[in-house]
């Protein structure tokens, strides 16, 4: 079985890294300009890098490396899915923190009543938790919002 795919890509595109860790990929940023140092990571956490440079393209890198065309985030998704022909699994989505990249693990309802709204804890049974840096989620109407997007961005979702 291939290992899953993980990501870097450089700061121009975190609005499609926070796409694909809510699609449940591992998706990072590289905070620093893009060059060397981010291909070494990428080589080193056996990462795709992702990035709008085209002069990245002309260094040596044995990695894997996908330049990104200037569209916006929806085009960039659907670009990304089908050149490394990526398969969205309904149970993977939002099961990563969109904040640091974590895997989410659940946590006891009871256990989150003073850190949600009120509202949200009278109405929802099912909560999940970064232990990195402490978020709470829990399904929303976010989980519809991106089941709309991504319909009517023709990206379709493996069940």
């Known amino acids: 079985m291939n290992a899953p795919l993980k990501f870097l890509a450089d700061a121009s595109l975190a609005g499609l890294v926070r796409w694909l860790r809510l699609l449940g990929f591992d998706a990072e940023v590289y905070s ?74 659940p946590i006891k309802r009871e256990d989150v009543r003073n850190d949600v709204p009120a509202y949200v804890f009278e109405n929802c049974e099912e909560y999940f938790k970064c232990h990195c840096c402490g978020k709470i989620y829990w399904p929303g109407t976010h989980v519809r919002n991106t089941r709309q997007f991504l319909k009517n961005n023709n990206i379709r979702i493996d069940i």
């Open 32 to 105: 620093g300009p893009a060059g060397r140092p981010m291909m070494k990571m990428a080589l080193c956490e056996q990462r795709i890098v992702l990035t709008r440079r085209r002069d990245m393209m002309e260094r040596q890198f044995s990695g894997k490396m996908l330049l990104i065309p200037e569209f916006s985030t929806s085009h960039q998704l659907h670009f990304v899915i089908n050149q490394l022909h990526l398969s969205i699994r309904s149970e993977k989505m939002h099961s990563r923190c969109l904040l640091c990249n974590e895997k989410l693990r």
